[in-house]
């Protein structure tokens, strides 16, 4: 924890003040507040109070894990900023009405910070509309990943959501296709393939790829064909070829 603040140093907010004015001012950046655990305040208890209200998550921690993130006088509260600002779901989706790619992009927890930043980049290279972004146990748009996106993350909505499963049902509603990229039989080739628009694209965890749960809301399954010595690719260049391809599908019509 010590290396992310230090790697992400302009992406805290520290001590109890700053934290409740900007839970208060701009909850969107708000990604998530670490509180101490068994310090007894009431300034901590309204900022408890606030990020409810506000739907914000927060983590009560030990003493020795608060001075790992920060070794200064934190008073016993950290918030972790994503500058730009998260959105909602509804804007995401309402940004693919104008896109000239109009494709979401959701990453099924994504760990690496260097692969979102990486896929942000690509999609604000072919003009996808924005992410959907898990709130837990997916990389944070902090430092690296801003390194790696070269820009792309503070020019792109990133829709965080509590539960992405749900979120892709609410995509179907709205008339989107949501497609998800698998390993193995009863796929569709990526390379011929005729995709469907709007339409949400599905990356998974770069080890487990993506949670049953979630591959089911998938209305269609593709699989990139590796004929060559090497079986697996790393998710932001399988990423990168099948947002090409999505695009390559728009341009021709």
């Not at 209305?219 to 590796?226: H, N, S, T």
């Amino acid at each position: 924890m010590k290396q992310d603040i230090d790697e992400d140093r302009g992406c805290w907010t520290v001590g109890r003040k700053p934290v409740q004015e900007i839970l208060f001012s701009k909850p969107e950046q708000v990604d998530l507040v670490y509180i101490q655990d068994g310090v007894r305040s009431h300034a901590l208890e309204r900022i408890v109070d606030v990020c409810k209200s506000q739907k914000v998550r927060y983590r009560k921690v030990s003493d020795a894990e608060m001075r790992r993130i920060h070794s200064g006088n934190h008073q016993g509260v950290l918030a972790r900023i994503f500058q730009p600002g998260f959105t909602n779901m509804a804007a995401v989706l309402e940004r693919a009405a104008t896109a000239p790619l109009p494709l979401v992009l959701a990453l099924d927890q994504v760990q690496d910070p260097g692969n979102l930043g990486t896929l942000a980049r690509t999609m604000v290279a072919l003009s996808g509309a924005g992410i959907i972004l898990p709130k837990n146990r997916t990389a944070f748009p902090g430092a690296v990943a801003a390194k790696a996106s070269a820009g792309a993350l503070s020019r792109l909505p990133i829709a965080h959501v509590t539960n992405l499963a749900r979120s892709l049902e609410y995509c179907a509603d709205q008339g989107f296709t949501v497609y998800g990229t698998v390993v193995g039989v009863g796929a569709e080739n990526l390379f011929s393939f005729t995709p469907t628009f709007p339409a949400v694209l599905v990356l998974g965890n770069e080890d487990k790829g993506i949670r049953p749960n979630v591959l089911k809301r998938c209305d269609r399954k593709l699989f990139i064909p590796m004929p060559g010595e090497m079986q697996s690719l790393n998710v932001a260049q399988a990423g990168a070829m099948a947002l090409a391809m999505f695009a390559r599908a728009k341009t021709l019509g």
